[in-house]
């Protein structure tokens, strides 16, 4: 391994003296028009300022048709201002002509009187593209009123499950974060996050190596709104819905001289109601042959967040940040179901009907400092992160069965849980910047330690009184260290650049079973390597290759060896011996426009079923199968500017054009199950923005995947067509949302999986899909944003899901 990372940092100087180049002249092209009217601008002055000592570069003014070219810009970032009589001056802050010379089209407000300049950080697109990542602007993506799950549906970039809302990424699962640090929830509760409250989403597709190397092949994290402008300002918004989704959220910033206090409040309350049907034959099982349910499922509960804290500049070399955060959660949810057994001959043999009440709640409080020391040279920078998070989640869940062979003495289960976790993370990162590239490297200590009591009594009616007759109560604690060390360089050669790094990992694990007295320890070391390579060919073209290798290590509910009743003839239970699985990434892509991956996984995690006593199932996890994911990503983003290749009608000022395919292979048996498959899918998906009369803006998104087949699964075709409009009034500070979601009403999941010895069927159709919302959202004081660091491996986190 020392060998290789010589050869690769000796390769990468080599490189430097190949591609050194003379100081580059840039340039930048665009267009300036009215804000109001859209008319093109004759005469606006651009002029370029440097962004390291203030000066004037040069500058230029818009043509008879607003167009202008700036020449010879000598500095790859610039700052930009657009001014002309009779309209407020505008400046961006940041514009990277290294990476593209055309701007865009640039608007300018009419007025009347004096105004103060209006600075813009840069200008941003719906998805910006960059070398190891895609970044979601959530202002610029139809539907970003409602809940943060369906920006994310209709931004394209990621997959939403229809039916669990779960995010996945290239058929992968993901990370959570939120500004950079842990996520700790359920990752369907994704659709309980107002859109409105996101100022970003950073899909990373290639974690380096300062990243945790656990977790999701993929990271997704969500960066909030905040500010750091020097006054008191923020924004409020609200937005219900006619299927009761109510989202709202308030951000606010006072600012002044040194300091920066923030503070954050949002939430979600509402219903959800669905029905599902399943069906399941079992080959070698005389008696339950055949099981067919019918569920019907109604939840309602609420999500809220609370978040305040400052950032403090001691000097120019010496700041801090402090925050604190509290989030809840709570939700009931009533399912009532009615089965049938029958046997090979299909003659019923009995019946039951179930009725299960569960409460879920999730607490979660945080509390994190940051220390950032600069050093006199330009880059240099030492850092300390510290970070800890408490989880308390009490969950119960009462059932009631009644069987039909029982008159009238229903079969009546209570369970409960409790899981409390405590996290501690430290981390501290040098960053030294030198004539060969920038160099970071750095230390990440993780502290864990995870209790959790589960209580199952049955009731007696012999003995009138509760009791655990299935020995399922028990108390199961995990503890966890990990240590970590890291080093990373990354430069640009010319057209050329490159980000590389190698991260090493000792985890340490035990687990206690208190109620059996059974005790298990296991270490892990490991090294991941990342690799980043791109060529810029054009201003609109760049060619990127990535590569990677993750690790996921098993959760609580995965080792915990005690069983969990899952209601009439079902058990399941975790596996003290499952190992970690690793997960290697490759792909190509050229800028937006086309992705190639391929994704290799060994050792995943699955659950095995076996039937005992003829007609009770047993499941537990088990490393078994191998997993390799081909596809392609097929893009056209088209956004209608004066620098565009081509012109569509103005009032058409974007559209977007997505079609991904992918093919997934998986090798694996246990016992005389065969669990090898192998199959592909495909989606199209369209997104359209339009500029309507009276300033009203529109967007449509419509996507549709067509019968997914392979050798064990069957599922039916899906397609979802949502539009959406926005009008902004009181001079930009307010703006008003309608949508209506689902308007072809096919939120319908159905699949078929074939066994080697059964034989499943399930269905499940989400009501009130289609639905019409309403919100607004007002900005006070010209609000704008500031982002926080990242540091968790986010391994609190929930993997199961709440339906």
């Known amino acids: 391994m020392k060998l290789i990372s010589a ?28 804000s109001a009217l859209g008319t093109s601008l004759v005469g606006a002055n651009v002029t370029i300022i440097s962004r390291k000592d203030g000066r004037t570069i040069t500058g230029t003014t818009t043509d008879a048709k607003g167009f202008f070219t700036v020449d010879k810009i000598t500095e790859g970032n610039i700052r930009a201002k657009f001014s002309m009589v009779g309209y407020q001056t505008k400046i961006i802050d940041s514009v990277s002509v290294e990476k593209t010379s055309r701007l865009g089209l640039i608007k300018l407000r009419s007025t009347t009187i004096l105004m103060p300049e209006v600075v813009v950080k840069s200008i941003k697109p719906m998805i910006e593209f960059q070398i190891d990542k895609q970044v979601i602007n959530i202002d610029q993506v139809p539907g970003s009123s409602g809940s943060l799950t369906d920006a994310l549906k209709n931004s394209g970039v990621v997959d939403v499950d229809p039916q669990s809302n779960v995010v996945t990424v290239r058929g992968q699962a993901v990370k959570l974060e939120m500004d950079g640090h842990p996520f ?78 923030f503070a954050s409040s949002f939430g979600y309350f509402g219903d959800f109601n669905s029905n599902s049907s399943s069906e399941k034959l079992n080959y070698n099982s005389a008696n339950l042959y055949s099981l067919s349910s019918n569920y019907n499922n109604n939840g309602n509960g609420f999500f809220g967040n609370l978040k305040l804290g400052f950032d403090y500049d001691l000097d120019e070399s010496n700041s801090f940040t402090f925050y604190g955060s509290y989030n809840k959660s709570k939700y009931d949810f009533n399912s009532d179901s009615y089965s049938l057994v029958e046997n090979a001959l299909f003659t019923p043999q009995y019946s039951y009907d179930n009725n299960s009440n569960a409460d879920y709640t999730w607490n979660n409080f945080t509390l994190y400092g940051f220390y950032k020391k600069k050093f006199d040279k330009k880059g240099k920078e030492l850092t300390f992160d510290a970070y800890y998070a408490n989880i308390y989640s009490p969950n119960s869940n009462n059932l009631n069965t009644m069987y039909s062979y029982q008159s009238s003495t229903p079969q009546l289960h209570n369970s409960g849980s409790v899981e409390n976790a405590n996290t501690f993370i430290f981390k501290t990162d040098y960053v030294i910047p030198s004539d060969i590239g920038k160099f970071e490297t750095g230390y990440n200590f993780t502290y864990r330690h995870r209790g959790n009591g589960n209580n199952a009594l049955d009731y007696s009616y012999l003995t009138n009184s509760w009791q655990d007759s299935l020995n399922l109560s028990n108390l199961f604690r995990y503890k966890e260290n990990i240590h970590a060390l890291y080093l990373t360089y990354s430069n640009n050669f010319g057209k050329w650049g490159v980000k590389a790094g190698i991260r090493t990992e000792n985890l340490n694990t035990n687990g206690e079973q208190i109620t059996t007295n059974e005790n298990f320890t296991q270490n892990f070391l490991n090294f991941f390597p990342n690799f980043n390579l791109s060529y810029k060919l054009s201003d609109l073209f760049q060619l990127t290759f990535n590569a990677f290798r993750r690790v996921r290590y098993p959760e609580l509910y995965y080792v915990n060896p005690y069983k969990q009743y899952n209601g009439p003839n079902s058990y399941t239970a975790g596996n003290p011996g499952i190992k970690p699985y690793f997960l290697n990434s490759y792909a190509v892509s050229l800028s937006q426009y086309i992705n190639v991956y391929y994704v290799l996984s060994n050792g995943l995690y699955q659950y095995v079923t076996a039937n005992y006593q003829d007609s009770i199932s047993y499941s537990s996890p088990v490393n078994l199968t ?52 192998w199959g592909y899918s495909k989606m199209l998906s369209a997104r359209m923005s339009l500029k309507l009369w009276f300033g009203i803006d529109a967007s449509m998104y419509l996507s549709y995947s067509p019968e997914t087949a392979s050798k064990k699964y069957i599922s039916n075709q899906r397609s979802y067509f949502s539009i959406y409009l926005s009008k902004a009034f009181m001079d930009q500070k307010l703006k008003v949302n309608v949508s209506v979601s689902d308007v072809l009403n096919s939120s319908v999941y159905d699949r078929q999986t074939f066994g080697t010895d059964f034989y499943m069927h399930n269905s499940y159709t989400m009501l009130k899909s289609r639905s019409i919302s309403i919100g607004f959202t007002y900005m006070i004081n010209n609000y704008k944003e500031r982002q926080d660091r990242n540091i968790d491996d986010g391994r609190d986190a929930s993997g199961q899901s709440m339906k």
């Open 7 to 34: 050869l690769i940092i000796s390769a990468l100087i080599f490189s430097n003296l190949i591609f050194a180049q003379e100081k580059e002249n840039y340039k930048l092209i665009g267009a300036v028009a009215d």
């Open 184 to 261: 700790d929830m359920p990752q369907n509760m994704l659709a309980q996050l107002p859109a409105s409250m996101v100022d970003q989403v950073e899909v990373i597709l290639s974690p380096g190596a300062k990243e945790s190397a656990e977790g999701g092949a993929y990271i997704l994290n969500i960066i909030t709104k905040k500010n750091t402008l020097n006054n008191f300002n923020g924004s409020i918004s609200l937005n219900t819905s006619s299927n009761n989704r109510n989202y709202g959220g308030i951000n606010l910033n006072y600012k002044v001289n040194k300091i920066n206090v």
């Open 626 to 677: 191998s997993n390799k994911v081909y596809g392609v990503d097929l893009t056209l983003p088209y956004y209608n500017s004066p620098m565009a290749p081509f012109h569509l009608p103005d009032f058409i000022s974007m559209l977007y054009l997505q079609f991904t395919y992918k093919y997934t292979k998986s090798e694996g048996s246990y016992l005389n199950e065969d669990l090898s498959d």
